[in-house]
């Protein structure tokens, strides 16, 4: 005689079980927890093929407290909130705080050959020119620009932050930078109207 097979309603049922018992059974044993269950099982789902899985068999339960569970479930809780703006721009400062101050520029023919920082007399620029030199940088290593200038054999005497000359968005004439003899001087205005900042990095590349 074939042996009865296990439904997933026979499954279901003793997880159902379990789950109730465990909430009620406040036992340190798991052996008595085993036998809680098995009793509340054949007490309330009497059908052949439970009767039959269960026939001359014992239970094994493992479980954690509620104290464990309750726990988990809320560190579970606190990694899945979603992050406010201000929390992910300061995740944004720790990563490139992490980022190596030297920057390996590009070798090869064409390339943007030196570089030059904005100087005001008697005026201390924030953030500082060494800040500024790093943007310098940062868009002369530029994949997309290295390919342009690749593409189109273009080799740059010097980079230059250049003054600011009219408001972005506010003077009728404002100027954002400027190529001085087909590629000898490329000037561009990386601060803000303020002086207080720097434009947004996508802002510059477009120029």
């Not at 809320?74 to 920057?103: C, V, W």
């Not at 250049?162 to 003899?181: D, E, R, T, W």
């Amino acid at each position: 005689m074939n042996a009865p097979s296990f439904f997933i309603s026979d499954a279901t049922a003793i997880i159902s079980v379990s789950i109730s018992v465990g909430r009620r059974h406040t036992s340190n044993s798991f052996s008595s927890y085993g036998y809680a269950v098995k009793r509340e099982i054949l007490k309330n789902y009497s059908g052949f093929h439970t009767q039959k899985l269960l026939e001359g068999k014992s239970i094994r339960m493992m479980g954690v407290s509620e104290h464990e569970v309750d726990e988990v479930l809320q560190h579970a809780k606190s990694n899945l909130r979603i992050a406010g703006f201000d929390e992910e721009e300061m995740r944004l400062r720790q990563r490139m705080s992490y980022r190596p101050h030297t920057l390996k520029l590009p070798q090869g023919p064409y390339i943007f050959c030196d570089f030059r920082t904005l100087q005001l007399p008697g005026i201390e620029l924030n953030p500082p020119v060494s800040e500024a030199l790093k943007r310098m940088h940062m868009l002369a290593a530029d994949p997309g620009i290295i390919s342009v200038m690749n593409k189109h054999s273009w080799r740059v005497g010097i980079m230059t932050e250049m003054a600011l000359v009219g408001y972005v968005g506010i003077s009728p004439k404002c100027i954002l930078s400027f190529n001085k003899n087909h590629g000898e001087e490329i000037s561009l205005r990386l601060r803000t109207n303020d002086l207080k900042g720097f434009r947004k990095y996508e802002s510059i590349m477009p120029v």
